[in-house]
């Protein structure tokens, strides 16, 4: 079967530290979000989706913190 997964960075304004990266990791993860990675440098934030509605999703979980 073939891994329809795809995976999808985003821009995070706002980390002001690795504990709010570490945060965004585990809530993510947390929510069902496979393959979380969260660099604080760069502030950006990749995961997998299954599909497009996960993006929109995924934007309102790290708003929501």
């Given amino acids: 079967m073939e891994n329809s997964n795809k995976k999808i960075a985003l821009k995070v304004n706002g980390m002001s530290c690795t504990n709010c990266a570490m945060g965004i990791k585990l809530y993510l993860e947390k929510n069902g979000f496979k393959e979380v990675n969260v660099n604080f440098a760069s502030s950006e934030v990749s995961f997998e ?17």
């Fill in 49 to 65: 989706i299954k599909n497009e509605d996960d993006i929109e999703k995924g934007i309102q979980l790290i708003e929501s913190i």
